[in-house]
């Protein structure tokens, strides 16, 4: 690994804090907040932070602030629209400063899937698992079907997420450089995966829809899962979101409970009329591509977040990862030049999976 230190947070951070303080004085969306509980609720990879506050009733809301140089909360109220009419439980939104970069939201508690999840696991609860990630699949559905204008997952938009792994992962997180050859047998894999990805259907895409950005609701707050973090929102090819969920960065199933899930959502997409693949086989290998281009994508990600915004927890991640894109890399014979690369920085050894 370089020995590049990681970066000190970003500046302004108090001075936003004190903005936002001074927002929530002024009863935004009528409510009669107590500024003296703010208090952290979560942070994540973007330049947005996420306060709880409570109210003088003794009910908790959330105050997301996005500094409007980076971030753009308009396109959040956008997508939030979108969602909750095609039947998601998701923030309302009941005050904004578009200007200043503030909304105030609804609470949709502090379960994440992922801990809910990984205590179910660890209590044997296989069945409380499954009743989740159903939940997550249904939910899926509907919001693939979304109406409304996104943006396009395009080509240039899916090739700088694969430029991220040679530059930040390769290059600054391993500090290793790539032979002539090994470029050119990159841009192939590369190419490889631009193709796949775009021939799929085309539904909306949250782009981020795993377990981190899935809550857990408690009745009458709305169905499983409360779904966050959907600002990024595009249109895109159809196996993204399965992928995020299904090879989460964050929590790692067995191949065969993956495929378990797939084939039920594979069912339920065309149930819904999605123009899916007619064999499961057809649509598991489109899968398999689409994760790979999520897991290249991610293992830059995470090392760009380290060595350029001093986030250094996303590292724990990056074996999980790797894991993913090995395993895909040894299985077609189209991401040989992938595989023979990772061997060569990781010492990667190749795993038995399952194939169609």
Known sequence: MNQHAPHPPAAGHDARRA?????LESRPGGFDLRPDSLR??????????????DTAAGDSLIVMDAPPEREDVGRFCHVAGLLREAGLSVPQVFAQDAQQGLLLLSDL???????????ARAEGAARRCDELMRDALR????????QGALPAYDGQRLQAELDLFPRWYVGEHLGAQLTPAEQQGLRQVFDTLLAQALAQPV???HRDYHSRNLMLLAPPDGANPGV?????????PITYDLVSLLR???????????IDWAIRYWEAARAAAFPVAPDFGAFYRDFEFMGLQRQIKVLGIFARLYHRDG?????GDLPQVLRYASAVAARYREFAPLQRLLERLQGARREHGYTF
């Open 40 to 53: 952290p609720a979560s942070a994540d990879a973007s330049f947005r932070r996420y306060f709880r506050v």
């Open 311 to 315: 986030k250094a927890q996303y590292l």
């Open 248 to 258: 989460d960065a964050y929590i790692e199933w067995p191949e065969e409970q993956q």
């Open 139 to 146: 939910a899926l559905v509907r919001l693939q079907g979304a």
């Open 19 to 23: 903005l936002v303080l001074a927002w």
């Open 109 to 119: 508690g502090q379960t994440t899937y992922l801990e809910a999840l990984r205590q």
């Open 228 to 236: 966050l973090d959907f600002q990024d929102a595009v249109r895109g």
């Open 203 to 205: 539904v909306a895409v």
